[in-house]
């Protein structure tokens, strides 16, 4: 039978091509942190510490063994929720669970990239950030939840901000500019994408926009954390103000005939 979970956006359940809706935040919660953990054994005090944490322990355990009872009613296949010593395993391949294929398709995107093949680094990493619909883990305001999807939100936006660098370097300033202009806005304190939104709009023949760009980031980082923007910024700001023809040089590589490598 199969099973596919999604929840970078809306929770999502697939079973054999058919959406199930899982009800009850606790419910939610259960088999979240078993997809988190995709074919493990995950203890039964952690999950009731995660998802029961407002609930004395007695009470919890018998809970979870409710909403573990449900949930395979739900998904139609109780092999599927494995009761193992201490806990409970969700039988199924990491990889029917979008966190997991993202992980995955952004680890083989930066291999792509290290090993010279541009062309399957920039279609393995566009698969990897279309598998975002929305926040991760939204319907799931817990702590370890926000945590999970602080580290996933933080993930993405380092896949991002990979791939911007492997497209400036191809050549693609003008269309990132359009791009990370409302990525920058959405993230003031990031310096990475600032430095990149200026390279690109430089590129693009727009250097005072490119210095507008620095000036915002140094005024935010100084009323807000007291700092100013880091050396590489910096250096960037002094090039672009001098002109430095370095800066210029784009098309390093091409994204043309990507083959996206074997598993």
Known sequence: MGLEIRFLGPWEVEVAGREVQIAGRRRIGALARL???????????RIIGDVWADSPAATAGKQLHIVISKLRETLGDPALIQTVPGGYRLDLEPDRVDA???VRLARRARTARAEGAPGSA?????????LWRGPALAELDVPWGRIEADRLQRERLAVLEDHVDLR??????????????AHVAAHPLREKPAAQLMLALHRDARAQEALEVYQRLRRTMVEE??????????????A????????????????????????
Do not use: S, W, Y
């Open 122 to 130: 920039d279609a393995l990493f566009r698969q990897a950030l279309a």
């Open 225 to 238: 954390l007291g700092i100013e923007p880091g050396a590489e910024v910096r250096h960037l700001h002094r």
């Open 240 to 263: 672009i103000l001098v002109q430095d023809p370095v800066l210029l040089q784009d098309r390093q590589i091409t994204l043309d005939q990507p083959v996206v490598p074997a598993e």
């Open 100 to 102: 997991h294929r993202f």
């Open 168 to 181: 400036l370097a191809a050549g693609e300033h003008r269309a990132v500019a359009a791009e990370l202009a």
């Open 35 to 45: 997809a988190m953990n995709a074919g493990q054994a995950v203890h039964a005090d």
